[in-house]
Every structure is written in structure tokens, then in C-alpha cells.
């Protein structure tokens, strides 16, 4: 049952309002608090639309970017595919038929528990803790993340190119889904091939010259907890083979051995390969593919995901200050840290800070001298760049291409640059007035008249 204290809001077209309030009494029956349509904050959304038009979905529930609108589609018969997913796309997390009124509300409350469940479990300490950052990509990964480890069983494969986080978020699946068993972490690249079938499986005593004892390997650890088979793209075909079974049937045999071992174990496996095009051209086997692939997550690059310098840096500094206060960046560093390039994605953005704080010294902000002399150029070269450049006019052309208007474009660049610039200083209308070069209150009008500020325009 969803606690009583949890905000559900109830929007409807006009034509729907009957509907709405026979929906509003079955809540209300099973213990929901229902809130006033007119009403937007923290909670669930639920909109009645009529499934011919499922385009008012935006108008009905302020957008949102926290996946908790659920959209029920009122038509006499199940809505048409198309339908469907045009709501989904409009930013609804689910889309249900709705016939009748009155109807058992208990699949629609069963997808909002879930929805606030996930979220809860997001916004703990011990995972924004670890893993940071706020951009809606990173949280729309970590709510997957966060939905797969603890509501599901299958196995995961995580891609994404190096020191992007994969091996955060197998720990992070781990500790969530809450198995009694180890992590327990295999490096494929390290696997020797004479030695990889007792890493992995285990020998019986003489199995070979120099198996003096019998010996476990990474799958009879593994018992009742995680298996990460880190860098698994790196596994020569034999050994893919070998592996089929135990990670269909979850049965193993130790090298020498002629019984079979039962093994509980959730696998993670991942790579920054991609295994589609290995498969392809026989580098990696289709078979093993599907079986480690039940549920897959990319780890996106920290170029797709700028928002989350700053955050990311807050969190390595506090690091090394701890048990200090984390200490500020004067603005030219973080104007460094903010348009540097990080071909080697987190990690080098972890080493970067680490950089600064050793040269760092005394109270006071981090300040440029800081920033290593070998590291200052591309920076200055970046900074005496001419703008706008050819990327800013790319999208301005994109925009014009598709019909935008010149107060569009207009608008929507200003909405842009107040979204960036509060979440880089975490909300502070008074930071983000000073960095944007108008006053505070003005800001505070303009955020006032276009609530959606805040979000993708
Ligand atoms: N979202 C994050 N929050 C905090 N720290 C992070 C985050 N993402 C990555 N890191 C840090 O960056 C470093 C690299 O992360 P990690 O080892 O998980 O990357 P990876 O994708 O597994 O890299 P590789 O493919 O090279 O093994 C680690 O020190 C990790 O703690």
C-alpha cells in the first residue's frame, strides 16, 4: 500500500472529469492521498487523457524529469501502438488503459509504488554518495541501476568506455540487491590461459603438476553473491565457451573433477568493447552474449554529461579535505575544469582534482597557479577561442531546420543558459544572477514566469 503521506496528484481533460473523480474515490478508498489537479510538487502524476489526443500530457503535468507521471488513456478500446508511444515520449513513465472510471486501480498503484520506490532508494545517502552527479542522463542510469539491483534478478552487462563507472556500478548493484554473498571481481585481462579453467573453476587435488591441495575458483566464491567478470570482451573464444554452461545452468565442474557444483550466484559482466561488432566479425560469441546481456546499461562519457563536472569535483575535494570543508574554486579553475577535455572520462577528472589539491596550499580558494604549467595551455587556447563557434551555429541552423522562430530560438537559448548555469552553482539563484550578469531579483521574475527553466527547453 502506498503510505497515505505520498502526493498523488489527479489531472484530466475537462471531458474526463467524471472519470477522474470515480479514480479519485477508488484511491482514496485504498489508502492514497489524492491532490488538487490544479496543483504541481513532489509526488506521482497521474493524467486521464482521451487516447485520440494524447498530446495535452505536457499541459495537464507540468513536465517533469523524475519519471513519476503515469498517463491512463480513457478510450472505449485499448489505445492504438502509436498512441502509446507518443505519450511515452511526451514523458510519461508508464501508459495504461483505462475503460472505465471505476476500475481496479491496484496495476496502477502497483507501478506508482514502484516508481517512488526506485526514487527513494536513488536519492539515499549511499548511493548519491557514490555515485555522483545530476545530470538527467546519470540519473536516469542510476534509477535503472537502482531498479534492476534491487527489484530484479537477471544478469547485467555494463559498456561504456574507460573510467566511466562501470566498476562503481557493480558494486552499487551489489550492495542493493541485497544477497547475502560477496562481490566477487574477476579482471578477464588477467586471466592466464594456462591458469584461466582453476581461476574460474576450481581443481581437484593432482589435477595438474603443482595442484597440491584442491582449490576454489571465482564461481564457488561467487556462491550466493555477484560475479563481476570485469573486461569480459577480453576473454579468448575457448574460454567463452567453457562459460556457457555455468552462466545458463549455474553448474560447474572443477578442473579434474567429475561432479557437477552447483553455483546462486547474479552476474555482472562489463566491457568497453563493443561485443555487437565482436560478435560480428567472431571475436566474441553470440551465445555467451545473450546469456550475460539479461539487462544491459551504458555508462555514458563524461563529454555527454558535463553537468556533472562540478558535482564530481565537489566530491573528490571533500575527499581530500576531509575532515576540512571542502574548499572553493576560484572561478578561472573552474572554468579550467569545466571546459577541459577527459578523454579518460571520470578518472582523469579524479586525477586532474588530485593534481590541484597537492599544489593547493592554505586557506582560501584552489586558484590558477594551481592548475599544473603543462596543463595551462589548452585551457588558454580554449578561452581566447572565438564564440559563437561553429557548434553554436550547427544548432542554431538545427533549430531553423525545424521551423523554430527567431523569439524561439531566442527564448530557448536563454533557458538553456539559466538551466546550465543553476544547476552548476546548485541552485543558487544569487550565483547564477551574478555569473548570468543580471540581478537577482530579475532572475527570480524570470524563473517565475517560465517555471520550466529549470529543464530541457
Ligand atoms: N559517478 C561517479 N561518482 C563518483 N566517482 C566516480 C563516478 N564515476 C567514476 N568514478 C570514479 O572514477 C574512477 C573510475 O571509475 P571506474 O573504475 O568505475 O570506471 P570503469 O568504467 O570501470 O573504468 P575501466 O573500464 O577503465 O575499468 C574511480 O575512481 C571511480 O571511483
Known amino acids: 500500500m502506498i503510505p497515505t503521506t505520498t502526493a498523488v496528484w489527479l489531472h484530466a481533460q475537462p471531458a474526463l472529469s467524471k472519470r477522474a473523480a470515480l479514480l479519485a474515490a477508488r484511491l482514496v478508498r485504498a489508502g492514497v492521498a489524492v491532490l488538487d489537479s490544479a496543483g504541481d510538487g513532489p509526488g506521482c502524476h497521474i493524467v486521464l487523457l482521451d487516447d485520440a489526443d494524447p498530446t495535452p500530457l505536457a499541459a ?82 542510476v534509477d535503472d541501476v537502482v531498479e534492476v539491483a534491487a527489484f530484479g534478478s537477471s ?19 551489489h550492495r542493493l540487491s541485497g544477497c547475502a554473498g560477496e562481490l566477487t571481481v574477476l579482471d578477464c585481462t588477467t586471466l592466464a590461459p594456462e591458469l584461466a579453467g582453476s581461476e574460474l573453476f576450481g581443481h581437484e587435488r593432482g589435477a595438474y603438476t603443482g595442484a597440491v591441495a584442491a582449490r576454489d575458483g571465482a564461481f564457488a566464491q561467487a556462491d550466493q553473491g555477484v560475479l563481476f567478470l570485469d573486461e569480459i570482451g577480453e576473454l579468448p573464444l575457448p574460454l567463452q565457451a567453457q562459460l556457457l554452461r555455468v552462466v545458463q545452468e549455474h553448474k560447474y565442474k572443477r578442473v579434474g573433477g567429475n561432479s557437477w557444483q552447483p553455483s546462486h550466484f547474479r552476474l555482472i559482466c562489463a566491457t568497453n568493447r563493443d561485443l555487437e561488432a565482436d560478435v560480428a566479425c567472431g571475436r566474441f560469441r553470440a551465445d555467451l552474449l545473450y546469456r550475460i546481456a539479461g539487462w544491459r546499461c551504458r555508462t555514458p562519457p563524461l563529454r555527454e554529461r558535463r553537468d556533472d563536472i562540478l558535482p564530481l569535483v565537489t566530491h573528490f575535494l571533500a575527499a581530500h579535505a576531509a575532515p576540512q570543508p571542502v574548499c572553493e574554486l576560484d572561478p578561472a579553475v573552474r572554468d579550467y575544469l569545466l571546459t577541459r577535455d577527459y578523454p579518460g572520462n571520470v578518472r582523469e577528472l579524479r586525477q586532474t582534482v588530485a593534481r590541484l589539491w597537492h599544489r593547493h596550499c592554505g586557506c582560501g580558494p584552489i586558484t590558477p597557479g594551481a592548475v599544473p604549467p603543462d596543463e595551462r595551455a589548452p585551457c588558454a587556447a580554449t578561452l581566447a577561442a572565438p564564440w559563437p563557434d561553429a557548434a553554436f551555429a550547427g544548432a542554431i541552423r538545427h533549430a531553423l531546420d525545424q521551423g523554430m522562430s527567431l523569439a524561439r530560438i531566442t527564448q530557448a537559448s536563454a533557458d538553456t543558459a539559466i538551466r546550465i548555469v543553476l544547476e552548476q552553482e546548485g541552485g543558487s539563484n544569487q550565483r547564477a544572477a551574478q555569473r548570468l550578469g543580471v540581478t537577482d531579483r530579475a532572475l527570480q521574475i524570470r524563473r517565475k514566469a517560465r517555471p520550466a527553466d529549470g529543464r530541457q527547453p
Open 155 to 173: 544478469s547485467v552487462l555494463i559498456t561504456g568506455e574507460t573510467g566511466t563507472g562501470k566498476d562503481l556500478i557493480a558494486q552499487a548493484i
Open 60 to 141: 495537464l503535468a507540468p513536465q517533469r524529469d523524475d519519471g513519476h507521471v503515469f498517463a491512463l488513456l480513457c478510450g472505449a478500446t485499448p489505445p492504438p501502438a502509436a498512441s502509446s508511444w507518443a505519450v511515452l515520449a511526451a514523458g510519461a513513465a508508464d501508459v495504461l488503459w483505462w475503460p472505465a472510471g471505476d476500475a481496479d486501480p491496484a496495476p496502477l498503484l502497483a507501478r506508482i509504488q514502484r516508481r517512488l520506490a526506485v526514487a527513494r532508494l536513488a536519492a539515499s545517502d549511499t548511493v548519491r554518495q557514490t555515485l555522483v552527479g545530476r545530470s538527467a542522463i546519470w540519473r536516469a542510469l
